[in-house]
């Protein structure tokens, strides 16, 4: 479990893919000096285990089906990417409780700069919005971040200079892919619904009420 706060960027020093999944070697710097051997890490929002570790290179193995689901298959030599270690027990939580299994791949829409903020919309399936709200909260490249605005396939959050300064969003370009993960509140409430209407057909206010929303 993470909190999506951003730790440390790290480099990656080398991406070996294989016929059944890869490695992935991170240069953390002399951020970390107490990693432990299965101790998990999100890598943009990916959670991982700790296969090595040597000096300031961590070492990761990802499966064919983390490839699939995730951008960790595109890394290049060099490139930065966000991250976190485990949440312990009696840490600050200062974002939303994020899992590390992300829910699809979006895509970075439309980037608007101002003064104090900038403005980054983005798409993936509405059947992923479906599951969004309003200031709700949506984990994008492991960064907790509360959603501005959201309609069908489509949606945007408010970026501070902060978190544009310490994160991989600060150099992220229009058509840039990114991890996201969906809150966790969200995707109950669908299942939840989607089991109501499974059982009972349409549904009604009525009948919403009796199942307690």
């Not at 020093?13 to 999100?42: H, M, Q, T």
């Not at 709700?136 to 949606?155: M, P, Y």
């Not at 969003?169 to 993960?181: A, M, S, Y």
Request: aromatic share 6%; glycine share 12%; charged share 25%.
């Amino acid at each position: 479990m993470f909190t999506g706060i951003i730790e440390h960027l790290a480099l990656v020093k080398k991406l070996s893919l294989k016929a059944e999944g890869a490695g992935l070697s991170l240069d953390v710097g002399n951020y970390y000096n107490d990693l432990r051997l299965g101790e998990s890490i999100a890598i943009n929002g990916v959670c991982l285990t700790v296969k090595e570790v040597t000096g300031n290179i961590i070492i990761f193995d990802i499966s064919g089906e983390t490839l699939k689901k995730t951008t960790l298959g595109t890394l290049r030599y060099a490139e930065k990417v966000n991250i976190e270690r485990a949440l312990r027990v009696g840490d600050r939580l200062g974002g939303h409780f994020v899992t590390g299994h992300v829910d699809g791949i979006g895509t970075i829409k439309e980037r608007k700069q101002s003064a104090d903020q900038c403005t980054m919309s983005f798409s993936i399936g509405k059947k992923f919005t479906d599951m969004m709200i309003e200031k709700g909260s949506v984990a994008i490249d492991g960064i907790s971040l509360t959603i501005v605005d959201v309609t069908n396939g489509v949606f945007s959050v408010a970026l501070i200079p902060y978190t544009l300064a310490s994160t991989t969003l600060g150099f992220k370009k229009i058509g840039d892919r990114v991890n996201i993960e969906i809150d966790m509140m969200g995707k109950w409430v669908k299942r939840l619904l989607v089991n109501v209407k499974e059982r009972k057909g349409n549904i009604t206010q009525e009948q919403l009420r009796e199942q307690g929303f």
